[in-house]
């Protein structure tokens, strides 16, 4: 069975730093894309950022310049590296893969999320 684990999230202060990793286990042929999302309180979850096989990437605007997304393939590992972090980051923080199994399809998996809080 296939499973995507977030680790990272915590309590940092406004201006601080935090790395969010995701681990995908399970059978798996390959991985593309995989990405972070956000959920706020009383907000739709949103995109914060994703990146392909051969490492395309795309941001959310509120985060660019700010937050880097990165992967390691032999590991079907992604990271998200948050700086600058400001009390609007404050979410529960999602992984998300559409991954090839054993079933021989394309399948779109999700985490179940890690906190992140920036106090002010």
């Known amino acids: 069975q296939v499973q995507l684990v977030e680790s990272g999230g915590g309590l940092v202060q406004a201006g601080g730093s935090l790395r969010l990793s995701c681990v995908a286990s399970g059978i798996i042929f390959s991985i593309n894309p995989m990405g972070w999302y956000r959920q706020a309180p009383g907000k739709q979850r949103e995109l914060v950022a994703v990146?392909?096989?051969?490492?395309?990437?795309n941001y959310a605007d509120s985060v660019k310049g700010r937050f880097t997304i990165s992967r390691d393939n032999a590991k079907n590992t992604a990271y998200l590296q948050m700086n600058s972090l400001k009390p609007e980051d404050t979410a529960v923080y999602y992984c998300n893969a559409r991954i090839y199994t054993m079933d021989n399809r394309w399948n779109n998996y999700w985490g179940r999320g890690t906190q992140v809080t920036v106090s002010s």
């Open positions: 990146i392909t096989t051969s490492g395309s990437t």
